[in-house]
T-cell receptor, first 116, second 112 residues
């Protein structure tokens, strides 16, 4: 079974702090994603990465950056946390289209971040 | 990316078949359709994907008409444990990676 883990289930930070959210997958997947989920807005893509050190902006990258130094780890960074970044953050990974050609993304359990 | 539209919520009694329809009028030739299920406090879980006609797996069926402007997820004989939010996605595959947009999903409530 693919396992995607996130460093924290719950996190409380103060406005202006630098925040690191870590995601690790154990299936050697090429692609990793960061989403945020807010009531009434569904999941929105922040950033994704298709290889080590490679990244692409998603739909809402402002206020965030990412780092992928190793294949299994994808970090989301809030440079200066603000209250409007209070949200559920979900990480996902995808194997790519080799093999059975499935577009299945595997999600972690999420990190509920509160910025006060 | 093609935008998807699906009902906000649906109710169904246990044991009934549930059909959730999603419209994606601007789907492109190479796009695929996928569906995910999400329980509270969990990440979404992949259910099924398709390109056209009908796909069936152990969990659900997916019907896609010839024009591909809509798709219908069919859940046979639902139980209380099927209460969840269901997301329809159109997958853009370009340059070796996929990009998707999750809509707001359909909240399915199964009633005893």
């Amino acid at each position: 079974d693919v396992k995607v883990t996130q460093s924290s289930r719950y996190l409380v930070k103060r406005t202006g702090e630098k925040v690191f959210l870590e995601c690790v997958q154990d299936m050697d997947h090429e692609n990793m994603f960061w989403y945020r989920q807010d009531p009434g807005l569904g999941l929105r893509l922040i950033y994704f990465s298709y290889d080590v050190k490679m990244k692409e902006k998603g739909d809402i990258p402002e206020g965030y950056s990412v780092s992928r130094e190793k294949k299994e780890r994808f970090s989301l960074i809030l440079e200066s946390a603000s209250t409007n970044q209070t949200s559920m953050y979900l990480c996902a990974s995808w194997a790519g289209l080799a093999g059975d050609s499935r577009y299945e993304q595997y999600f972690g359990p999420g990190t509920r971040l509160t910025v006060t | 990316l093609a935008k998807t539209t699906q009902p906000i919520s649906m109710d169904s009694y246990e044991g009934q078949e549930v059909n959730i329809t999603c419209s994606h009028n601007n789907i492109a030739t190479n796009d695929y359709i996928t569906w995910y299920q999400q329980f509270p406090s969990q990440g979404p879980r992949f259910i099924i994907q398709g390109y056209k006609t009908k796909v069936t797996n152990e969990v659900a069926s997916l019907f896609i008409p010839a024009d591909r402007k809509s798709s219908t997820l069919s859940l046979p004989r639902v139980s209380l444990s099927d209460t969840a939010v269901y997301y329809c996605l159109v997958v853009l595959f370009s340059g070796g990676y996929q990009k998707v947009t999750f809509g707001t999903g359909t909240k399915l409530q199964v009633i005893p």
